[in-house]
């Protein structure tokens, strides 16, 4: 598979391997810090982080978002996340995740491979996220893939359904250092020490 050899050769992976890693899927709008919140986690615990932002500009360097751009994009993310797993490795899957069916995708991954699911639902007030859209619009940084504006954000918003399953909110206006360190903590009692996999 052509994207996702070429996903895997952009993306930095871990080394450490568990014989029971995590899926952490994380679930929120645009700006609600989605992805600074997977990085500090990957900060503290050995994962591989998928940001689907990122995989869409590794295949697709001009996005659309038409309805095919966006099936290639996950399909690709959905294949190698669970190819990790399968091969022991922990994954932070960074996208939206507002849609129950996309979140069900993900659901599918973690039974397949035996991984333990994580669902945080990740959450700011709407002003702290409409200041941060607007920062990104005059000041984009080299390891921001996201293009999501203010638009964006208020389409989504309206077709956001929402989690049924067990999960953590967390609200990234407020200090989130208790959060990390708990769902660390929570995938470390899961999956043990690494392992030498074969």
Avoid at 4 to 15: C, N, P
Avoid at 54 to 78: C, D, M, S, W
Avoid at 89 to 106: G, H, S
Avoid at 142 to 147: E, I, K, L, Q, W
Wanted: glycine letters at 4%; charged letters at 20%; hydrophobic letters at 40%.
């Amino acid at each position: 598979m052509k994207d996702l050899d070429f996903a895997k050769q952009e993306l930095h992976t871990v080394s450490a391997a568990f014989e029971c890693p995590a899926l952490v899927v994380m679930s929120g709008l645009p700006g609600s810090g989605k992805t600074y919140f997977s990085r500090q986690l990957a900060k503290v615990i050995p994962l591989t982080l998928i940001e689907s932002d990122q995989i869409r500009k590794i295949l697709v360097p001009q996005p659309i978002y038409t309805g095919a751009e966006n099936a290639r994009v996950f399909r690709t993310a959905y294949t190698l996340a669970e190819e990790l797993l399968r091969g022991g490795i922990c994954v932070a899957f960074d996208a939206t995740n507002l849609i129950r069916k996309n979140r069900k995708n993900l659901y599918k991954v973690a039974h397949a491979t035996g991984a333990k699911l994580i669902l945080i639902e990740i959450t700011a007030a709407q002003e702290v996220i409409m200041n941060r859209l607007q920062q990104r619009a005059y000041q984009s940084s080299a390891n921001d893939y996201s293009d999501a504006d203010i638009t964006v954000y208020n389409r989504l918003s309206s077709t956001a359904q929402p989690i049924l399953r067990d999960h953590l909110v967390v609200r990234t206006d407020d200090d989130i250092t208790p959060f990390v360190a708990s769902v660390a903590e929570t995938i470390s009692k899961w999956t043990g020490p690494p392992v030498t996999m074969p």
